[in-house]
């Protein structure tokens, strides 16, 4: 794709807010199904042996060495050979007419088994979570590429004038910090734009305490007096322009954002729907109702996270690993399936994509608590195979995706590596990943590096 | 340690329509005949295909016909590759066929173009005459010449008062005060112009400014990043190492000498020795080899970086990228992996330059006096007995926990308190006060530096395929870009000195054409060549090559003086032009690349907040010293990994220091300085951006920041009359006195509101954050 990188950045410069533009003739969306995304982030990385990818072997073999054959892999903790097979403890059922199999962490989950396509055969080679972080958010290891949801919506733009386009709802301190959000070498635009729990959802969007609204708008208004003054022989230069416009646009956005984290106005039903009245399931129940106001209002991508390096735990579970996980999957599992449910019944599900997963899946051995943080009963990081599922936004339900080996080692069948998760999603949004591109140093650069294929998508959907 | 942006895999040998056939083998054959030479065949080096592997040689140059590379590839023997059903594509075939008749050579074929405009050594061009008389000095017969072949003529001169505040904020990155302004208003005198220039570049803000830009093109930072984001506790001493070197002028080819091999330019040892104050000679060296610092600061993964190997690699890839980047203005990024797709370097090249870093490594080194040692040495007594003291505590802990876990009745939440006794509560405390005093007695440890030092031993430099640490191919031992000028033989234990030299030779090119041009976009906004760090052929051509050819000779000849190009480029017509748009150039160039006028900024990140500090009159003018760590609100902190990791600096006076001195935290940038574009130090950064966003309005209309800085300067304004408080406020903010009808605005406003509100305000203005 050649567009002319300067006639962009002056255009960009000059659009300063520019909502919706983004969707550039050559970049111009196929018209596809999905229209936005909510990416349920479960930080740590959830163990898939726990959870959507049943292993039977495991509990045969448990204490045992890995037979021979699954060969060596590096982890970051233990060492693989050295470390005996750790069974499940979970039982599997099946659910829906589509038969998926999911554990008992998730009952409510379950019931929407028909709306996921779970996908067993995930990878990559980051086995560091920041490594890890960055491949699922960023498609690259390192620091200094955009996010997921930055490419989408400088691809897609907003369709929301008084909120951020990309939309990111955390628990608490992330691993790596905020550059799996960060719109990279991207205009600082696209950046996820982190919403709080609470009344003042957005950093600096509420007045000073000591000022009435009236105060304000006499303050906004005496501003773009002054500023529209300074405009006036400055008429050419489209910026100046561009930052009066951006003062609506705060002033909206701080207008917005009380009544959008107000979700007492929510019924009770619904309330109940994402447990949000109950100790266990309200803090990642209200974010991921918040979610659910955030795509109603037009937002492009929202990305929820469970898990944190400052709150209550993770899905990290080096030590104790089954019983990290019944403690943390019983804070989001309802909230999640409210969602789902909510989405559904507001006729919302059939356009939003709907992604559960996190940097990893968990090792089939154990831990061993060699880094002193773990234990007999943990597992390590297993990046080579794990699960993720999507629903909605255009995804056929029920299916079942790729397969790990007998363990849950590797991804053996239909391997799904992030680029190729990338490029779907980018695809059933109606982006070509190919195309997709931005200049920077002398290169076009791609969420999907010089990789990536489709074929997900076709199948998903 | 290098998180810069490079490629995992090969553009060029994927992407389809490859164009050279080193591109095509390693796409296609070296999976099977790179590291795991099947059929003993090695084709990651030609010398490695000549040699062949069972079936003979692979390679004969100059003959495609009889090279059974050539006649595997076109499948019509027995032997027929790459195997399966995906043959080379007709043109792959022509191409590695055409790439055999040439020679076979590995490098890539733009190789031989050392034609380049960059690449050949700058030259004086002829002055041409000026008619019109605007010209002040040669730049602007330059520039005026250039003007006219685009049809184009310099805009009016700004006003005095505009041109006192840009300058100010060229060279100090702050607002001027309203005593400067009031002393520039009334000098009419002749030369009050470069009288300005010559006190502004005096004063040590200088440094602060033009180190900050340093900084940003040297991906400067505190930590690592990454989940680590390990804490350089000296990193500072190379900002200040940095700002000081403005601030002294220091030509600057001795400069870049510095920070590639201090150590080795001009040796001398780091053995201890003096009795309570280093020995004058060391104070010296040391201060330049706190230059090498650069090479200490980079993006490390540490929890990932596990292998000798693996750490050596990402550190020398890191060292190669910062030091193209910032000395030569090109990027090699791309040539870790695979030759470089359109510049002339082969990936050959890239680990070639590596190999000049293969005898260094990263080392602490006391920076004190033997006695300052022994000082800190003999009182380590005091931190056993805080150990000791701490051990205890958790031998009393750990017995709580373990009876607690015993408990049925009462199970313990791993994450709840701890059910002391009320004896074991006052041991507790007892132990705590006391692990407290004894770390109060403790000896403050010595003052350290990070410096490249020669390494234990030399390592083995070989080119990575695909950029992967352990995907060793052929060994490189160090040498210069071939495309470039030669440079001087390389001794074994001084390679970097060979690099410097190399760089900073009389016949570079580059050097002083990429910092002319950095110079040049530190007061135009944008340089003469648009890609600062990019002069390759994905660079943008200089707008006016004899000017910056000018510019770059002159710079050689005032002996590197950064200070000299500032005042030739200030005391110039063409700096003193109007930003205001003249309406026939307006058509020819809307976006004046070529400088008929004078940009219109926005401030940068750093220099917003120290604008609202000085206006306010709380700016601390302390320079130096460890990192600031400024408060940050639980709102503005969430993300952030451990808010350990942020130590806010406890006197609250140190909250108010320059920007230059806070903390730049490689996984959290301060979300006010990162709302204003403030960049992500993963990689070198050659020019800010300037994008308008609404969480600027945000941070500047509500953030508590702004509000206490409102605050604080309505208080200092307090005791005047509304006029006058209305003018100061002007003058601090602005850099002018109020028209009539804004005078009325404004007092109106105040009237209304309190000062207060009037002061934030005006930290709203366009004006405020824009310089003309």
New interface residues.
């Given amino acids: 794709m050649s567009i002319d990188l300067?006639s962009r950045r002056?255009f960009?410069?000059g659009s300063?807010?520019g909502f919706g533009w983004m969707a550039l003739q050559s970049l111009q969306a196929a018209a596809r199904p999905a229209k936005r995304v909510i990416f349920l982030f479960m930080h740590g990385g959830p163990s898939h042996i726990e959870t959507f990818d049943p292993k039977p072997l495991l509990n045969k073999l448990h204490g045992q060495p890995v037979p021979e054959s699954f060969g060596d892999v590096q982890l970051?903790f233990s060492k693989f050979r050295e470390s005996p097979i750790l069974g499940c403890k979970r039982s599997f059922a099946r659910h829906g007419k589509s038969g998926h199999e999911i554990s008992d962490l998730f009952p409510h989950t379950a019931r929407h088994a028909d709306k996921l396509a779970v996908i067993r055969s995930m990878h990559h080679d980051?086995?560091?979570?920041?490594?890890a972080l960055n491949w699922l958010n960023n498609g690259?290891p390192?620091?200094?590429?955009p996010s997921l949801g930055s490419w989408i919506v400088y691809g897609l733009g907003s369709e929301s004038d008084s909120l951020?386009a990309f939309v990111?709802l955390?628990e608490?301190?992330?691993?790596?910090?905020?550059?799996v959000y960060?719109s990279?070498?991207l205009?600082?635009?696209y950046q996820g734009?982190?919403l709080?729990n609470g009344p003042?959802p957005?950093?600096?969007?509420?007045?000073?305490v000591a000022?009435t609204e009236a105060?304000?708008r006499?303050?906004?208004d005496?501003?773009r007096?002054?500023?529209e003054?300074?405009?006036e022989?400055?008429s050419?230069?489209t910026?100046?322009a561009?930052?009066?416009a951006?003062?609506e646009?705060?002033f909206r956005?701080?207008m917005a954002a009380p009544e959008l984290a107000d979700l007492s106005k929510e019924t009770a039903a619904t309330r109940a729907l994402y447990g949000i009245d109950v100790e266990g399931t309200s803090d990642f129940g209200s974010r991921c109702l918040l979610a659910r106001r955030l795509v109603e209002r037009g937002v492009r991508f929202v990305q929820v996270w469970s898990g944190s390096?400052?709150g209550?735990?993770d899905w990290d579970g080096h030590k104790q690993c089954d019983t990290n996980h019944v403690q943390i999957a019983a804070r989001v599992d309802k909230p999640v399936a409210g969602l789902l449910a909510d989405l559904e019944s507001r006729g919302l599900l059939k356009d939003t994509l709907v992604i559960w997963g996190g940097e990893f899946g968990r090792t089939p051995t154990s831990d061993g608590g060699m880094n002193g943080g773990g234990d007999s009963l943990g597992r390590d990081h297993n990046p080579y195979g794990f699960s993720i599922w999507m629903a909605g936004g255009g995804v056929r339900g029920g299916q079942l995706i790729g397969r790990t080996d007998e363990i849950g080692l590797r991804a053996v069948e239909h391997p799904v590596h992030v680029h190729d998760l990338h490029a779907s999603i980018l695809h059933m949004m109606g982006l070509d990943h190919e195309k997709l591109t931005y200049s920077?140093?002398?290169?076009d650069?791609r969420l999907t590096?010089?990789?990536g294929s489709t074929e997900l998508a076709r199948k998903l959907t | 340690m290098s998180a810069r942006v490079w490629l995992i895999f090969i553009i060029a040998a994927l992407a389809p329509g490859q164009t050279t056939a080193p591109a095509i083998l390693e796409a296609k054959c070296l999976a099977c005949h790179g590291a795991a030479k099947m059929s003993d065949l090695d084709m990651r080096t030609r010398a490695a295909m000549l040699k062949g592997g069972t079936r003979g040689a692979a390679l004969v140059p100059g003959k495609a016909g009889e090279s059974l590379l050539y006649q595997a590839v076109r499948r019509e023997g027995k032997l027929q590759m790459p195997p399966g059903s995906q043959p080379l594509t007709a043109e792959e075939i022509a191409i590695i066929g055409k790439w055999i008749d040439g020679g076979a050579n590995m490098d890539s074929a733009a190789h031989q173009e050392s034609n380049w405009w960059s690449f050949r050594p700058p030259k004086k061009p002829p002055i041409p005459n000026d008619e019109t008389g605007w010209a002040s000095n040669d730049l602007d017969r330059l520039l005026a010449a250039g003007l006219r072949k685009q049809g184009l003529r310099p805009a009016p001169p700004a006003d005095k008062l505009t041109l006192l505040r840009r300058a100010t904020f060229d060279l100090h990155g702050l607002p001027p005060a309203p005593e400067q302004i009031d002393a520039f208003g009334k000098d009419n005198a002749p030369g009050a112009w470069e009288r300005l220039i010559d006190s502004l570049l005096a004063s040590p803000a200088y440094g602060e400014r033009w180190g900050r830009h340093w900084l940003d093109v040297v991906r400067y930072a505190d930590t690592g990043g990454y989940e680590t984001d390990v804490y350089f506790a000296n990193a500072w001493r190379y900002r200040d190492y940095a700002i000081g070197s403005f601030n002294q002028d220091k030509p600057y080819n001795i400069f870049v000498q510095e920070q590639i091999a201090a150590d080795e330019i001009w040796p001398d040892d780091l053995e201890l020795e003096g009795s309570y104050e280093l020995p004058e000679r060391k104070r010296i060296n040391l201060a330049k080899r706190i230059g090498t610092g650069l090479y200490t600061i980079g993006p490390m993964a540490a929890e990932y970086t596990f292998f000798g190997d693996q750490y050596r690699a990402e550190w020398q890839a890191d060292a190669v990228e910062t030091t193209g980047s910032a000395f030569l203005g090109l990027s090699f990024n791309c040539a870790r992996c695979h030759d470089h797709k359109f510049d002339p370097i082969p990936q050959r090249d890239y680990y070639r330059l590596a190999a000049f870093f293969a005898t260094s490594e990263d080392r602490e080194v006391p920076i004190v006096s033997r006695m300052g040692i022994y000082e800190y040495t003999r009182y380590q007594t005091r931190l056993r007995i805080a150990e000791d003291l701490k051990a205890e505590l958790a031998r009393l802990e750990g017995e709580v926990r373990k009876r607690a876990a015993s408990d049925r009745k009462n199970p313990q939440r791993e994450d709840g308190p701890l059910p002391f006794t009320p004896e074991e509560k006052d041991r507790r405390e007892t132990l705590l006060r006391k692990i407290g005093e004894a770390f109060y007695k403790a000896p403050k440890p010595y003052a350290t530096a990070n410096l490249l030092v020669p390494s234990e031993r030399v390592h083995d430099t070989h080119v990575l395929v695909r950029g992967e640490w352990a995907q060793k191919s052929e060994k490189v031992t160090p040498g210069y870009p071939a495309v470039l000028n030669a440079g001087g033989a390389v001794e074994e234990t001084q390679r970097r000195k060979a690099l410097a030299q190399w760089i900073t030779s009389a016949d570079q090119p580059l050097l002083a054409r990429v910092m002319v041009n950095r110079i040049w976009q530190g007061h135009f906004g944008q340089g003469l060549v648009a890609t600062p760090n990019d002069f390759g052929r994905q660079g943008e051509l200089p707008v006016h090559p004899e000017l910056l050819d000018w510019l770059a000779v002159r710079f050689r000849e005032e002996g590197y003086s950064i200070k000299q190009m500032h005042r030739l480029i200030m005391q110039s017509a063409a700096y003193r032009m109007s930003s205001m748009a003249v309406e026939a150039n307006q058509k020819i160039d809307p976006r004046n690349q070529y400088f008929w006028r004078m940009n219109r900024r926005r401030l940068e990140a750093e220099a917003v907040r120290d604008a609202v500090l000085a206006a306010s009159g709380t700016l601390n003018r302390e320079a130096g010293g460890p990192a600031v760590v400024v408060p940050l609100s639980q709102e503005e902190r969430l993300g952030m990994r451990d808010a350990s990791q942020w130590p806010v600096s406890p006197d609250p006076a140190e909250h108010a220091r320059r920007s230059v001195y806070l903390l730049v935290k490689r996984s959290f940038r301060l979300p006010m300085l990162e709302a204003f574009d403030a960049p992500d130090p993963a990689q070198s950064c050659a020019r800010r951006e300037e994008w308008t966003v609404a969480p600027q309005a945000l941070a500047l209309m509500n953030s508590a920041f702004t509000s206490t800085q409102a605050d604080a300067m309505a208080a200092s304004l307090r005791g005047l009359s509304p006029g006058e408080q209305v003018l100061q406020a002007f003058l601090r903010t602005l850099g002018r006195r109020p028209t009539e009808e804004e005078r009325a605005k404004a007092l109106a406003f105040v009237e209304r509101n309190k000062l207060e509100r009037f002061c934030l305000l005006l930290f709203n203005l366009s004006e405020f954050v824009y310089v003309d």
Avoid at chain 1, 126 to 131: E, L, M, S, Y
Avoid at chain 1, 142 to 145: C, H, I, P, S
Avoid at chain 1, 172 to 179: F, L, M, V
């Fill in positions: 300067n002056a960009l410069k300063g807010l970051q980051g086995f560091t979570h920041t490594a690259w390192r620091l200094g590429r951020p990111v955390l608490g301190g992330i691993k790596s910090g905020p550059p960060s990279g070498f205009p600082a635009k734009t982190v709080r003042a957005v950093l600096n969007a509420r007045r000073p000022m105060e304000q006499e303050l906004f005496t501003a007096w002054f500023n003054r300074h405009m022989p400055r050419d230069d910026a100046l561009a930052r009066i951006s003062y646009l705060a956005m701080q390096t400052t209550t735990s920077f140093q002398g290169r650069f590096d010089v990789h």
